[in-house]
């Protein structure tokens, strides 16, 4: 929904001024001429923010901002002042306003006090509902497992969530990195203080800077106003670098002075800022690997690394399938309103057989799948999707799990048991793309079409046939 936003003021040009800006800005605009009637609009419908004139006849901004905080304690308010009234200003900031507008406006100032005020009651609703949820989203506990390899994880969490160290959590995706990580915050000293994400794979290297220690006003194209880094918003708290292993050179420079020396300085300032950040990365890459090809810093890898958490795969721990899947089957009934009571023996089984490249995301993914698609009361082989419902795909068998009897083996059959179940595989990764799953496979499209036919995997679509010739 749109941010809905009220403004309030005697004088039409100035109601006009702002309905047309804030509307171009994306926001529902509803205008009121005075005190009054604006505490007659909020009792008829809900808005985000009242920007209101302080002088006013009938009802002064100051006594409509005491209204306003005597029936909608929570609703943001700024205050219309002209220039030289500042000091009537801070007086409605104690009682209550966000801000305060100097007329005449400049644009850019409205723009960003409005949406900076706009963002802060965002947070605060966000920390508000957080903290509600804690204890039962962000707690260790709600790492699902009874496995030894969970066991193992579990007391590591109790015993590194004391302490102010850095922890590098690695594993597969879909394994519960960032999970850990917010279990080792929130069980800790630091659980009232902020935790805050940046995700190193998806900001581009160019914002990456600015996004992690902040920029001055004029520092580049584009910075209107200074801007906090993630650095300073994560102060006193802990901050988790997700996808570490993406970051770029020129940033991990600047990461290791931030870690090594506790000081950040903005992009386009010339002193630094104290910061105490606990650092908790996680990354799917080889780091140490990174670091003998020289694309990762050895001596950042050394300050991340102090802790070390593995996250095991979901096929390491086959015996967690059941309790993890009859928890998301408990969830996504609640969620999506569902009530089935239990998954069959059968589509169990399959479950568990089942190689999870995707780990236990995609062990959800599936739960949340088939729950939103079952129209009976237990979960069965059938309503599972295809590619769980087939030998093909089931756990791929090692070297060492192929037993060579006294009677041998026929080692075409067993390669080519082998090949079918990887091209499966890649077929489905590729969401049914011959073309892109053959990349995958790093074969080229006129073998992957011989053996889609020779092991009769489907057909290859006109369009795919088009683009790349017979």
Do not use: W
């Not at 290297?205 to 906090?228: N, R």
């Not at 650095?231 to 708290?237: H, I, L, S, Y």
């Not at 890898?301 to 721990?317: C, D, K, S, T």
């Not at 192929?402 to 489905?428: R, S």
């Amino acid at each position: 929904m749109k941010p809905r936003i009220l403004v309030v003021d005697d004088e039409e040009s100035i109601r006009e001024f702002l309905d047309i800006m804030l509307r171009k800005e994306g926001y529902d605009v509803t205008c009121a001429e005075d005190g009054q009637k604006a505490l007659e609009l909020l009792k008829k419908k809900s808005v985000d923010m009242v920007i209101s004139d302080l002088q006013m006849p009938n009802m002064t901004g100051i006594e409509l901002l005491r209204n306003v905080k005597d029936q909608f304690p929570d609703m943001l308010f700024m205050m219309i002042t002209a220039f030289g009234s500042t000091e009537t200003a801070v007086e409605a900031m104690k009682l209550g306003a966000y801000d305060y507008l100097t007329k005449p406006f400049k644009i850019d100032e409205v723009r960003i006090n409005i949406a900076n005020a706009l963002r802060s009651k965002n947070l605060e609703v966000e920390n508000r509902t957080l903290k509600k949820e804690l204890n039962r989203e962000y707690s260790f506990q709600n790492l699902i497992g009874n496995s030894e390899a969970m066991h193992r994880i579990f007391e590591m969490i109790r015993r590194v969530s004391s302490t102010p160290t850095n922890v590098l959590v690695t594993g597969e995706s879909g394994t519960g990195k960032e999970m850990v990580a917010k279990a080792i915050h929130y069980n800790g000293p630091l659980k009232d203080k902020p935790f805050v994400t940046v995700n190193c794979g998806a900001i581009p290297e160019t914002l990456m800077e600015s996004e992690m220690f902040g920029h001055k006003k004029g520092s580049f194209t584009g910075a209107v106003a200074d801007k906090q880094g993630l650095f300073e918003v994560a102060d006193g708290g802990s901050l988790f670098l997700d996808e570490i292993g993406e970051l770029a050179p020129s940033i991990q420079v600047k990461l290791l002075r931030a870690i090594q020396e506790r000081v950040i300085r903005r992009v386009g300032a010339t002193d630094d800022t104290k910061v105490e950040v606990r650092i908790i990365a996680a990354t799917n890459r080889d780091l140490e690997e990174m670091v003998g090809q020289g694309t990762f810093r050895q001596d950042l890898f050394y300050r991340l690394n102090v802790i070390n958490i593995r996250m095991p795969a979901l096929r390491e721990r086959t015996e967690d399938i059941q309790l993890l899947a009859t928890h998301f089957l408990a969830k996504y009934n609640d969620r999506l309103g569902k009530s089935i009571g239990s998954i069959s023996v059968e589509a169990m089984e399959m479950l568990k057989k089942y190689h999870y490249p995707g780990n236990v995301r995609e062990l959800e993914n599936i739960i949340e799948r088939t729950v939103a698609l079952e129209g009976g009361a237990t979960i069965l082989p059938e309503s599972l999707p295809p590619f769980v419902n087939t030998p093909s795909g089931r756990k791929l068998a090692s070297s060492h799990e192929i037993e060579i009897t006294e009677e041998g083996l026929d080692l075409d059959k067993v390669m080519g048991q082998i090949e079918k179940e990887l091209l499966v595989k890649a077929i489905h990764t590729a969401g049914g793309v011959k073309k892109r799953a053959a990349k995958l496979l790093n074969i080229t499209f006129r073998s992957m079409r011989y053996r889609v036919e020779k092991y009769n995997l489907g057909t290859i679509s006109d369009d795919e046939m088009d683009d790349e010739g017979p």
